[in-house]
Nanobody, 124 residues
Framework: QVQLVESGGGLVQAGGSLRLSCAASGGIFSRYPMGWFRHAPGKEREFVAG???????DYTDSVKGRFTISRDNAKNTVYLQMNSLKPEDTAVYYCAADRPLGVLTRRADEYNYWGQGTQVTVSS
């Protein structure tokens, strides 16, 4: 089973930045579309950003222009650079992997593997 471990969360002031990392093991990383999701209290889990095995990207509207997803296949790692953070970005952020060579999707139920999550808290 693919293992995913997120890191990089923390407390930041509104307008600040954080960079999340997701280290993968147990599979051929370059073949997996990868996604970042977040889950805030009282809200459902939502798609944030995704990156395909060919490195095309997709973002939910609320983070476009502020967040950047990237991957380094040599390091088996996917990143989420978060700039201009807002209090409404506060959530637990999860890294997820789809099936090998799958198409990039926003659907959480299409992702087979999930990390443990990392807390991001943005103060006003």
């Amino acid at each position: 089973q693919v293992q995913l471990v997120e890191s990089g969360g923390g407390l930041v002031q509104a307008g600040g930045s954080l960079r999340l990392s997701c280290a993968a093991s147990g599979g051929i990383f370059s073949r997996y579309p990868m996604g970042w999701f977040r889950h805030a209290p009282g809200k459902e889990r939502e798609f944030v950003a995704g990156i395909s095995w060919s490195s095309s990207t997709d973002y939910t509207d609320s983070v476009k222009g502020r967040f950047t997803i990237s991957r380094d296949n040599a390091k088996n790692t996917v990143y989420l650079q978060m700039n201009s953070l807002k209090p409404e970005d506060t959530a637990v952020y999860y890294c997820a992997a789809d099936r090998p060579l799958g198409v990039l999707t926003r659907r959480a139920d299409e992702y087979n593997y999930w990390g443990q999550g990392t807390q991001v808290t943005v103060s006003s």
